[in-house]
């Protein structure tokens, strides 16, 4: 069975009449993933109109809470409520009611590291670049209270609307995305607590330093191949990573197991980079993957597998030739084995081979028996290559796909899945 994600804004600007008789279109579904607290991000990105909101044209993300809970004032670490929410106008409460004797299962979704955080403890807590500067709007999993700050979420969140399944997103380093482009939030994290981790790990601190910043000259000086063979070729670059990876692992398995201790029903899922890019990110598959069920991850081929590889590229190099060059050494760096020019890429994406094949590795690094959903990229797509992208995650190694997301997507998207599923998903589709 399959899953769709909807934001807050669809619940309160659509109502949930016309958002389940929508969902019903794909046939299947079973899921649906509420946004409960925002990212800094366009909706939808990275251009475009809402299709069906009544409302907005386009809605801004502002890292806000869309939940009703106390403040957490004093503790140390809090994220900003939305204004507009209030126990009578809230969206949570009106998906969980509208869905009570629904055959849908909702699963609020959770974005745990990034957003608009606040409190007397904020900077004890911010992501830091190799150059002493703070990451804003980025949680450290390092740092001391953003388990604290989570616990007391999950039991608020539960003690007024009864969830004890959820998926987390944002469980990860920066990348060099966002509201801008800035790739020094790959260079995290240096705050206090993760240096003190560092030494206690045997990472010699000054040469992982002083590696990291030859690594970004290089780039800088547009030596983009040499950049590529020395990260891969330095131990302490190398050693970096995985301790980044342990640093997001041994996060997951706190908070899983300090949530537990509340109630041990608490069931977690997790939302996750493609593997491509995850290993990166701080996201190891094979130890993530011993701690929760099921995971999703999002292979959307259009988009270069959801990075903002455009943005990346652009922020690096000027000239066509220069862009080509860059492109050619982000998929040696990123073992991405395609034969793409950079024009082709900003044209058409990735082969569509890449969904399978990331969903593939997936199954591979990840624990026997966890549950994979293949995020299925649902708008700026034609109707033709959205059911590609469907029959190329369901050829794959992944159990379930679920559609990224429901206001962005067009109806012609949603007629278009509900053809393929009515005539059946063996048989051809043409657009």
Known sequence: MTGIQVHPHDIVDEGMPQIKAYIRKLKDIRYVFPEVNTIFERNPNPVGKLPRNPVHEVVHGTGTMHAVLPPYEGSGLDQRREPSVTPDHDPLMMIK?????EEFEVIPWLNILNGHFE??????NLVTDVYGNFIDHWLCPNAPDVIDFWEKTFVGLYERYGFTTYMIDRI???DWGGQE?????????????CQQKMAKQKLDIKEVRKALETWAAQLKDKQYEIAVAFAAGNEHIQ????FRQRSVTGFVERLIQRVRKVNESFNIWLDLWPPAYGWMLGQDYASLTKLSPALKHFPYHKL?????????IHFLADTPEEQERAFQAFKLFFRLPYELTYEAFKSSGFPIQFVADQNNTVREKSAPGTRIFSGIQMWNISPGNLIEA?????????DDLLYYCYGWAGDE????IQSYREKGTNSSWKE
Do not use: Y
């Not at 409190?119 to 004890?124: I, P, T």
């Open 304 to 312: 270069g597998g959801g990075a903002d590889v455009q943005g990346l």
């Open 97 to 101: 009611d509208a869905m009570q004797d």
């Open 181 to 193: 482009v800035n790739p020094k939030g790959l260079l995290t994290c240096f705050c206090p607590h």
């Open 413 to 416: 998207l949603f007629e278009a």
């Open 390 to 398: 469907v029959q190329a995650g369901e050829s794959s190694a992944a």
């Open 239 to 242: 050693a970096w990573i995985k």
């Open 119 to 124: 409190g007397e403890a904020l900077e004890n």
């Open 172 to 174: 990860r380093f920066p």
